[in-house]
């Protein structure tokens, strides 16, 4: 029945709140996760001066202004259009400028063309987002329990839909930072140092060969790629208990890692070829030392960091030169499941926005347990994007959300440095081109016993 919400108090990123991967979320939590999501997106946004929100600095990367747009587009095409039929939009231009990749919605300005919208303004959406905040909260208010049960299950959708352009507000931004000769800083450092340890010998964590379950089947929020639950046989293989570090990953540089086609996929040797890549993205050298652009600006390379910013072809050429592999994602999961590692770690909500040295807390090699496996780094696994055994995309334009993109991509797991908290889960399949590199991507490996 109709309600009047309450307004959530103001909360610092991060705070514990209602879970928004409850399905069962009623109104008021509803309501209370809404407000929380929108603000964290636009605190994202606090240290972009005005020019910032409008650079395009490649085509994978959108514009910061882009997306605080697209996710109110998001809520108001799905969400508020469908829960009211005729009801007028904000903006009747904002539909071509801001659906990212819906055919069954309508045609839209073209992906590498988002840099040039100079207009609407950066005021201007954001006053388009406090107008579908009205609109959310008076939807909220005032539907009947038919109208809200049938957008509930998308409006959930809709938050985990805005986390996931958080981290891409993070990544992009640092792309087109670093793209400038300038290489200004997205904001000073604002986390202490912690104490870290030594990474060492990365210690192996053996499993067993069975037949084992995978995929997401609980009652909570999963996004539809990770289902439907199944039953995989795993043979015997061996987890690496930390990530690899900056330091082993110049000592494949070192060893002429970037020159040895040996090690590489054809695909991969001819992307470095084409890329000029001879190290990671955003690393420098300089006369001082090797460095590396953080959203903290320029800082000299910490060896006893994970690796990161890496694509798929350079994380599997480092995994062939070091005598492993990549693990499957099967492999991954499993291995978080049967450990039952907890979710903590270096979040979106820890600040850093960056991968940070293995902490004291996981203890020295071998560990019972793998460390960082949480957080950190989005880890390359070397299984492709496909449709697990009986999955159906939904029907009607949000089903165009995941299943149309299982092709020609890879897997990786885990979550980052850039991923909030609530958004990650043991089963979480994020997935990306091999030659992608923008991403908080980093390495973890595995071999057979
Ligand atoms: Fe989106």
């Given at each position: 029945m109709p309600t009047n919400l309450a307004e959530p108090s103001t909360r610092e990123?991060?705070?514990?709140?209602?879970?928004?991967?409850?399905?069962?979320?009623?109104r008021q939590a509803i309501w209370t996760c809404y407000k929380e999501v929108r603000r964290t997106t636009e605190a994202l946004c606090a240290p972009l001066e005005i020019e910032d929100y409008v650079i395009q600095s490649m085509p994978d990367a959108s514009p910061a202004k882009w997306h605080l747009a697209h996710t109110s587009w998001f809520f108001e095409t799905f969400v508020l259009a469908s829960g009211q039929p005729g009801m007028q939009p904000v903006d009747s231009e904002y539909a071509y400028l801001f659906n990212s990749y819906y055919n069954a919605v309508g045609e839209r300005i073209a992906r590498d063309r988002r840099g040039v919208l100079s207009r609407p303004t950066v005021a201007e959406v954001f006053r388009y987002r406090a107008a579908v905040d009205e609109r959310m909260k008076d939807f909220l208010d005032q539907a009947g329990d038919p109208e809200f049960e049938r957008v509930r299950s998308t409006l959930i959708l809709g938050l985990h839909h805005e986390q996931q352009h958080q981290e891409l507000i993070l990544t992009d931004i640092k792309h087109a930072l670093a793209s400038n000769p300038l290489r200004p800083a997205y904001r000073e450092s604002q986390t202490e140092a912690a104490m870290p340890a030594e990474a060492g010998a990365p210690g192996w964590i053996p499993f067993a060969g069975s037949l084992r379950s995978i995929g997401h089947e609980a009652a909570s929020f999963a996004f539809d790629n990770e289902g439907p639950r199944h039953q995989e046989y795993v043979a015997a293989f061996a987890l690496a208990d930390r990530l690899v570090t900056n330091l082993e990953y110049l000592a494949f540089i070192e060893d002429g890692g970037y020159e040895r086609p040996e090690y590489w996929f054809s695909d991969g040797w001819y992307a470095r070829g084409r890329n000029g890549?001879?190290?990671?993205?955003?690393w420098e050298s300089t006369g001082g030392g090797r460095q590396v652009f953080t959203l903290a600006g320029m800082q000299g390379?910490?060896?006893?960091e994970p690796v990161c910013h890496v694509s798929y072809y350079e994380a599997d050429a480092f995994a062939r030169w070091a005598a492993a592999r990549l693990p499957t994602e099967a492999e991954w999961e499993t291995s978080a499941m049967a450990l039952g590692?907890?979710?903590?770690?270096?979040?979106?909500?820890?600040?850093?926005f960056h991968p940070a040295c293995l902490m004291a807390t996981h203890g020295p090699a071998p560990r019972s347990s793998p460390a960082?496996?949480?957080?950190?780094v989005w880890e390359w696994t070397q299984s492709p994007y496909t449709p697990y055994r009986g999955f159906r995309p939904a029907a009607g334009a949000l089903g165009e959300y995941n299943g149309k993109f299982m092709c020609n991509q890879l897997i990786l797991r885990g979550g980052s440095c850039g991923t909030p908290r609530s958004h990650v889960r043991p089963t979480y399949r994020n997935f990306f081109p091999p030659?992608?590199?923008?991403?908080?991507s980093g390495i973890r490996l595995a071999r057979d016993v």
């Open positions: 990123i991060g705070d514990p709140g209602p879970d928004v991967a409850d399905l069962q979320l009623h890549w001879t190290a990671p993205l955003y390379l910490e060896l006893d590692v907890p979710m903590e770690g270096n979040f979106l909500e820890s600040g850093r960082q496996l949480f957080g950190d030659e992608a590199r923008w991403q908080f």
